[in-house]
């Protein structure tokens, strides 16, 4: 048994390192936690605040307790604004992140654009050299 490049275990670490699984990793730690987040804002907040006479209407004290025939429909009508929630709020997100994205490109083809203050000077004092040299020839000095 012959080893290549380093083994099983090299070709793992060189994986783990690269910069996408950690990238990963941190992303869905951040995900799992806003999750929690967003699953309070929804039964903490909107739900008492917007459903209560909807609730109350059905005889019942929280969503989850929704039920028909033993199909709990408030558990899945919970998850449903739990997905809505996220969605707007990852789409604000990505939102924000494309305007300032565009913000950024513009800046950097303006600053592209932008001749060089040295060239612009250089240019400037041809012009005055060439108006000098000019005005001097007609007074024949």
Do not use: C, H
């Not at 994986?15 to 799992?32: C, E, K, S, T, Y």
């Not at 739900?47 to 609730?55: E, K, M, R, V």
């Not at 996220?86 to 565009?102: P, Q, T, Y």
């Amino acid at each position: 048994m012959t080893r290549t490049n380093g083994g099983f275990w090299a070709d793992f670490q060189k994986f783990i390192m690269q910069g996408n699984v950690i990238d990963l990793a941190v992303a869905v730690i951040i995900g799992g936690a806003f999750g929690k987040i967003v699953e309070s804002f929804v039964g903490d907040i909107i739900t008492p605040a917007l459903l209560t006479p909807a609730l109350s209407a059905a005889g019942v004290d929280g969503i989850e307790k929704l039920s028909a025939n033993g199909i709990k429909y408030g558990l899945f009508l919970s998850a449903i604004i739990n997905f809505l929630v996220i969605a707007f709020v990852i789409f604000l997100v990505v939102r924000a992140f494309e305007k300032a994205k565009k913000r950024f490109s513009r800046q950097e083809a303006v600053e592209a654009a932008a001749p060089d203050p040295t060239i612009v000077v250089q240019e400037r004092t041809a012009s005055a050299l060439d108006r000098l040299s000019r005005a001097l020839e007609t007074r024949n000095l």
